[in-house]
């Protein structure tokens, strides 16, 4: 499986950004795509998850009400819809992919990952 990440960038604080996540290659019929963040100096974290169908998401509570997880089956890819967006999101976001129905939060759980996109949010 080979994840492609895009969309980060620079914004200001309050603002929004989408990123995506195409999965290719050899993929599973259940699976969970999620989405991990690592700041300068920390571990990396999780963010949100969704399983492939029926779409059920989970959340951490840092992201709860301001990012939305979803995704495309047509396309085999995931988004993340960032609104109100804080300086403490700064981070590079890495997508990441198990096969599976587990919408674990364990990032040593996710087996395929992808290239991360720098997300910057100014104060």
């Known amino acids: 499986v080979q994840l492609q990440a895009s969309g980060g960038g620079l914004v200001q604080a309050g603002g929004s950004l989408r990123l995506s996540c195409a999965a290719s290659?050899?993929?599973?019929?259940?699976?969970?795509m999620g989405w991990f963040r690592q700041a300068p100096g920390k571990e990396r974290e999780f963010v949100a998850a969704?399983?492939?169908?029926?779409?059920?998401?989970n959340y951490a509570d840092s992201v709860k009400g301001r990012f939305t997880i979803s995704r495309d089956n047509d396309k085999n890819t995931v988004y993340l819809q960032m609104n109100n967006l804080k300086p403490e999101d700064t981070a590079v976001y890495y997508c990441?992919?198990?096969?599976?129905?587990?919408?674990?939060?364990?990032?040593?759980?996710?087996?395929?990952w992808g290239q991360g996109t720098l997300v910057t949010v100014s104060s």
């Open positions: 990441a992919y198990r096969p599976g129905v587990d919408i674990t939060t364990l990032k040593y759980q996710y087996e395929y």
């Open positions: 290659g050899r993929t599973f019929s259940r699976y969970v």
């Open positions: 969704i399983r492939w169908s029926p779409g059920t998401t």
